[in-house]
C-alpha cells in the first residue's frame, strides 16, 4: 500500500507561482514514475508533468516553460513549480505513482485545488 501527501494548493493571481509537493509512504514498493495530473469539472483527467525514475520529465504542451517538475528520490517526493500561472490553470492537481512490476499500477491522491484568479 502507497500512501501520497499532497500539499502546496490555494489561490492566486494571474501571473503569480505556487509550488505543489507529493510525498509517497509506504513500504515494499519501487516507483517507476510520478507526476501529476489535473483535472476541471466537465473535462476529463489531464497530464500535467511526469517524471521517471531515471529523471526523464514529461510536460504537457500547455505547461511548457512555465512549470518544472524535480523529483527527490531519497524522499520519495516530487515538487511542481508553477510559475506565470493563468486562470486556466484553475483545476484540482492530483499526484499519481506508477508502481507496477508487470505492468501499470497506480496510485492517486485526494487532490489539491489550485485557482488562479484574473
Known amino acids: 500500500q502507497v500512501q501520497l501527501a499532497e500539499s502546496g494548493g490555494g489561490l492566486v493571481q494571474a501571473g503569480e507561482s505556487l509550488t505543489l509537493s507529493c510525498a509517497a509512504s509506504?513500504?515494499?514498493?519501487?516507483?517507476?514514475?510520478m507526476g501529476w495530473h489535473r483535472q476541471t469539472p466537465g473535462k476529463p483527467r489531464e497530464l500535467v508533468a511526469v517524471?521517471?525514475?531515471?529523471?526523464?520529465?514529461t510536460y504537457a504542451d500547455s505547461v511548457k516553460g512555465r512549470f518544472t517538475m524535480s523529483r527527490d528520490n531519497g524522499k520519495n517526493t516530487v515538487y511542481l513549480q508553477m510559475k506565470s500561472l493563468k486562470p486556466e490553470d484553475t483545476a484540482v492537481y492530483y499526484c499519481?505513482?506508477?508502481?507496477?512490476?508487470?505492468?501499470?499500477?497506480?496510485?492517486w491522491g485526494q487532490g489539491t485545488q489550485v485557482t488562479v484568479s484574473s
Open positions: 509506504g513500504s515494499g514498493f519501487s516507483i517507476k514514475f
Open positions: 499519481y505513482v506508477d508502481v507496477g512490476v508487470d505492468g501499470p499500477f497506480y496510485y
Open positions: 517524471v521517471t525514475s531515471g529523471g526523464t520529465t
